[in-house]
């Protein structure tokens, strides 16, 4: 079972460009989110699905972009990053019955 | 909204030592809590979790107990080991209505055991 995949694994880019990390799973999950994560701050939501063609805003949606179009597919992306969407991102996945959540490796994104 | 107060790190214990760290949760409704872990380089994964008042959660020798009439979930564990040097965040899980559950973390703790 692969579970949660996330790429890219590291990633670099400068202030202004764009890019879309890719998360997929293989569990049949109807509730996908994604998470950051900063020093000091715990796991704050983006963005969460509660199934394909569902989305909705997390705490801290601003700058980021999301869709549903599969079960097993839920892309972020940054429209046009900023030194402050340095972070590391993680994709989650559960069961829409309020079960254990199952996270992917991370993306580790600095923006310079 | 949800919130989660959990005991600030860093923790460094020596191995075989007692650990105990603490987590209050506000919620709405009757949460589901959890503990998750992340291990350096990894994603979150679940240690235990409990359901409904007075349930134990236990995994790998670490123990939780849901204290409804105190909101709190505290994790611990009777003899560490440098194995468990790891970040663990407490989770309240609660309804949010249109049948959506929402985790929310707390800022978690780290834990380094030292041989």
């Known amino acids: 079972n692969a579970g949660v995949t996330q790429t890219p694994k590291f990633q670099v880019l400068k202030t202004g460009q764009s890019m879309t990390l890719q998360c997929a799973q293989d569990m049949n999950h109807e509730y996908m989110s994604w998470y950051r994560q900063d020093p000091g701050m715990g796991l704050r939501l983006i963005h969460y699905?509660?199934?394909?063609?569902?989305?909705d805003q997390g705490e801290v949606p601003n700058g980021y972009n999301v869709s549903r179009s599969t079960t097993e597919d839920f892309p972020l992306r940054l429209l046009s990053a900023a030194p402050s969407q340095t972070s590391v991102y993680f994709c989650?996945?559960?069961?829409?019955?309020?079960?254990?959540?199952?996270f992917g490796q991370g993306t580790r994104l600095t923006v310079v | 909204g949800n919130s989660v107060t959990q005991m600030e790190g860093p923790v460094t214990l020596s191995e075989e030592a007692f650990l105990t760290i603490n987590c209050t949760y506000t919620?709405?409704?009757?949460?589901?809590l959890f503990w998750y872990v992340q291990y350096p380089g990894e994603g979150l994964q679940l240690l235990l979790k409990?359901?409904?008042?007075?349930d134990k959660g236990s995994n790998k020798g670490f123990e939780a107990t849901y204290r409804k009439e105190t909101t709190s979930f505290h994790l611990e564990k009777g003899s560490v080991q440098v194995s468990d040097s790891a970040v663990y965040f407490c989770?309240?899980?609660?309804?949010?209505?249109?049948?959506?559950?929402?985790?929310?973390f707390g800022k978690g703790t780290k834990l380094s055991v030292i041989p």
């Open positions: 989650a996945s559960r069961t829409s019955t309020g079960a254990e959540a199952f």
């Open positions: 409990a359901t409904k008042a007075d």
């Open positions: 919620a709405t409704g009757y949460p589901s």
């Open positions: 989770a309240p899980q609660a309804y949010s209505g249109a049948g959506s559950y929402q985790l929310t």
């Open positions: 699905s509660v199934g394909a063609g569902i989305t």
